[in-house]
């Protein structure tokens, strides 16, 4: 790609959504010191995708400063370096999984989670959990840093094309068509797990809601995303 198709429109309109879904992680606290990473795919059928660099905080994270990745993980553009986990886990799941977002952090709430027997939230259990019915997955295997495209893809097969994957002893990814859609999902998804924690370590039994009716609310919250383009667009206006 060169410089001119970088700064291209519709790239440029990508690189700043996904600068201001890294910040707006950092302002939510869902981010870990320079790790974990968000990208996004470009709209040509290349398999190219850009990505946050390698040793910026969240919170600094500027359209500038996203780089352009090919299907293989290695960089096309930009001038910063990439953290090599980041390559092997986002190529692999943008190439075998087919999502055009993929949103990896180590968010603390739904990271505790990951740390339990169970792996992940109960998606029966609140009105935020239940926008995740049948969308989640759960990597019951951790095999330690993603260093070799081999664990990436693993990784992504685990996913078994799921929105959502809780990672055990290591994270989530949650993925979309659009960012802002995935920065929703993934900004309620850890208030969800926030309030699961909270409700567990009461003490008190859990009450879980049907199924059927999970169902359902993750229907209804599916089938209209006009709130999750206007928190989006409320973030760009604060951030």
């Given at each position: 790609?060169?410089?001119d ?7 440029t ?8 879904a890294?910040?707006?992680a ?13 990208s996004?795919?470009?709209p040509d059928?290349s398999?190219?995708?850009l ?9 600094e ?10 299907a ?7 001038r910063h370096?990439?953290?090599p ?7 692999a799941?943008?190439?075998?999984c ?6 990896h952090?180590h968010?603390?709430?739904?990271t ?7 792996g ?14 049948g ?11 993603a260093?070799?495209?081999?664990e990436g ?16 002893n290591?994270?989530v990814v ?6 802002d859609h995935?920065y929703d999902?993934?900004?309620?998804l ?10 567990q370590?009461s003490?008190?039994p859990l ?10 609310v ?5 089938g ?11 973030l760009?206006?604060q951030?």
């Open positions: 790609m060169s410089s198709d970088f700064d291209n429109p519709t790239v309109a990508l690189r700043t959504d996904l600068a201001l890294l910040r707006a950092a302002h939510h606290g869902l981010g870990e010191g320079v790790c974990n990473h968000f996004v795919e470009v059928g398999g190219r995708f990505l946050n660099p390698r040793g910026l905080l969240w919170s994270v500027q359209a500038d400063d996203v780089v352009l990745i090919d293989h993980g290695e960089r096309l553009a930009g370096a990439v953290e986990t980041a390559m092997f886990i986002h190529a799941i943008h190439r075998l087919g999502h055009r977002v993929v949103l952090s968010m603390p709430y739904a505790a989670l990951a740390l339990t027997t169970d992940a939230l109960d998606t029966c259990l609140s009105q935020n959990a239940m926008r995740y019915h969308r989640v997955a759960v990597d019951h295997r951790y095999n330690g840093l260093l070799d495209a081999a893809e693993r990784i992504a097969d685990a996913m078994q094309g799921a929105d959502v994957a809780f990672l055990a290591h994270g949650v993925c979309g068509a659009r960012i995935a999902d993934l900004y309620y850890e208030r969800a797990c926030m309030a699961q924690v909270l409700a370590s003490g008190r009450r879980s809601a049907d199924p059927a009716l999970a169902a359902r993750c229907a209804q919250t599916l209209e995303r006009l709130q999750s383009e206007l928190f989006f667009e409320a760009r206006r951030l």
